[in-house]
């Protein structure tokens, strides 16, 4: 056990650490005096799961993570395909397995299998081998799990594998003119997506993003109230457990997608950079492991690991803040949900694996 902690990297751990502490004392906050007043214990719980996790995988040779890629990546693709036969349905919605009492979302750990596969089959082949038709071939092993995704329904979660899709073949070297038609296919395939894919609900998502003023107690009533508590924050924030939106349950789902909001109600706008800043030093760690990596496998994996995470980190506070259309996209390390959790901390072990393997001479 002293070998796997040796092999995590503190510079990576202690910003997740902080950001993890930070995160669960703003759900247990927003759950006061509501029926998720426990729900803090059972995100620590899998906070501890996920370390433990995380310290296993920091402590194995990378090369047989990424050799076990496809094997994984079918597995996570029967597992989506298990969730749309049998799956547990919650709120309209279904994307969750039980195991062992447990609810587990697949889709959360499939990104990661996804992200893992691709970077694999990526990094045995050297850039100008790379054809039109091994890009198609990337893209499909993207937009497979991506469309299963989208069947359960899940906008939010499908965009977490665009990062796969666009960073890892970009950094392979290909030419401009690739880049490009990958650009106009997305952009078709999001026109098309707009009149034959999304639902009713996805759409006023984005027609509420261009004018939430219009419906402030209806469609609009979640992005007015995350304003209202960001706003409410002023420098240096109400206070812990004192914010007003939030004790007042104004603002919902605060323990998931809005948690942000708590954070910047009662830390302020001191606060907010805070939390910023140490995203900013996670994703910072992580491509300096990239460019430490040595294979190009490995240099992918790191890659898109940083993009999954920007994302996320990008399109929430983007979300909360009213200038992006509202995806149900979690923040990491500060949202409850276990799938979303342990998901993290296994991404960031191979993360770890590598830069321990860079570091053994």
Same mark, same amino acid.
């Given at each position: 056990?002293?070998?796997?902690?040796?092999?995590?990297?503190?510079?990576?751990?202690?910003?997740?650490?902080?950001?993890?502490?930070?995160?669960?004392?703003?759900?247990?906050?927003?759950?006061?005096?509501?029926?998720?007043?426990?729900?803090?214990?059972?995100?620590?719980?899998?906070?501890?799961?996920?370390?433990?996790?995380?310290?296993?995988?920091?402590?194995?040779?990378?090369?047989?993570?990424?050799?076990?890629?496809?094997?994984?990546?079918?597995?996570?693709?029967?597992?989506? /395909?298990?969730?749309?036969?049998? +799956?547990?349905? =919650?709120?309209? %919605?279904?994307?969750? $397995?039980?195991?062992? !009492? &447990? *609810?587990f979302q697949p889709s959360e750990l499939m990104k990661?299998?996804?992200?893992?596969?691709?970077?694999?089959?990526?990094?045995?082949?050297?850039?100008?081998?790379?054809?039109?038709?091994?890009?198609?071939?990337?893209?499909?092993?993207?937009?497979?799990?991506?469309?299963?995704?989208?069947?359960?329904?899940?906008?939010?979660?499908?965009?977490?594998?665009?990062?796969?899709?666009?960073?890892?073949?970009?950094?392979?070297?290909?030419?401009?003119?690739?880049?490009?038609?990958?650009?106009?296919?997305?952009?078709?395939?999001?026109?098309?997506?707009?009149?034959?894919?999304?639902?009713?609900?996805?759409?006023?998502?984005?027609?509420?993003?261009?004018?939430?003023? /219009?419906?402030?107690?209806?469609? +609009?009533?979640? =992005?007015?109230? %995350?304003?209202?508590? $960001?706003?409410?924050? !002023? &420098? *240096?924030?109400?206070?812990?457990?004192?914010?007003?939106?939030?004790?007042?349950?104004?603002?919902?789902?605060?323990?998931?997608?809005?948690?942000?909001?708590?954070?910047?109600?009662?830390?302020?706008?001191?606060?907010?950079?805070?939390?910023?800043?140490?995203?900013?030093?996670?994703?910072?760690?992580?491509?300096?492991?990239?460019?430490?990596?040595?294979?190009?496998?490995?240099?992918?994996?790191?890659?898109?690991?940083?993009?999954?995470?920007?994302?996320?980190?990008?399109?929430?506070?983007?979300?909360?803040?009213?200038?992006?259309?509202?995806?149900?996209?979690?923040?990491?390390?500060?949202?409850?949900?276990?799938?979303?959790?342990?998901?993290?901390?296994?991404?960031?072990?191979?993360?770890?694996?590598?830069?321990?393997?860079?570091?053994?001479?």
């Open positions: 056990m002293k070998e796997r902690l040796r092999a995590l990297d503190t510079a990576l751990l202690w910003p997740m650490v902080l950001l993890v502490v930070m995160g669960t004392l703003t759900v247990f906050s927003a759950g006061r005096g509501t029926g998720q007043a426990s729900l803090w214990a059972k995100q620590s719980l899998w906070n501890l799961m996920g370390f433990a996790a995380m310290a296993f995988l920091a402590g194995v040779n990378p090369k047989r993570i990424f050799r076990s890629g496809f094997a994984l990546y079918v597995l996570g693709i029967l597992s989506l /395909a298990l969730v749309l036969v049998a +799956g547990h349905r =919650i709120g309209g %919605s279904q994307r969750w $397995i039980i195991l062992a !009492g &447990l *609810t990661w299998l996804t992200l893992l596969f691709v970077a694999h089959r990526l990094g045995t082949r050297q850039p100008q081998d790379l054809s039109a038709w091994d890009l198609a071939g990337i893209s499909a092993l993207v937009f497979f799990p991506m469309l299963l995704v989208l069947k359960q329904p899940d906008l939010g979660m499908a965009v977490s594998f665009l990062p796969i899709l666009v960073l890892i073949p970009v950094l392979k070297g290909l030419k401009a003119r690739w880049v490009l038609v990958t650009v106009l296919l997305a952009s078709l395939v999001g026109v098309g997506a707009w009149h034959k894919v999304l639902k009713p609900y996805q759409k006023q998502r984005v027609l509420t993003f261009l004018d939430p003023s /219009a419906d402030l107690k209806g469609k +609009g009533y979640q =992005i007015n109230q %995350s304003r209202i508590a $960001i706003g409410a924050g !002023g &420098l *240096t924030g109400q206070g812990f457990t004192s914010g007003s939106q939030t004790q007042l349950n104004f603002l919902p789902v605060k323990t998931t997608d809005f948690v942000f909001s708590v954070w910047a109600e009662e830390r302020g706008f001191l606060g907010v950079l805070m939390a910023l800043g140490l995203f900013g030093l996670v994703l910072a760690r992580i491509l300096d492991t990239a460019v430490a990596a040595r294979s190009a496998s490995e240099t992918y994996f790191c890659v898109g690991a940083a993009g999954i995470i920007a994302l996320h980190l990008m399109v929430n506070v983007g979300m909360v803040i009213g200038v992006l259309p509202n995806k149900g996209i979690v923040l990491p390390f500060f949202s409850a949900g276990g799938s979303s959790t342990l998901s993290y901390f296994l991404g960031l072990g191979v993360v770890m694996a590598v830069r321990h393997r860079a570091q053994v001479k």
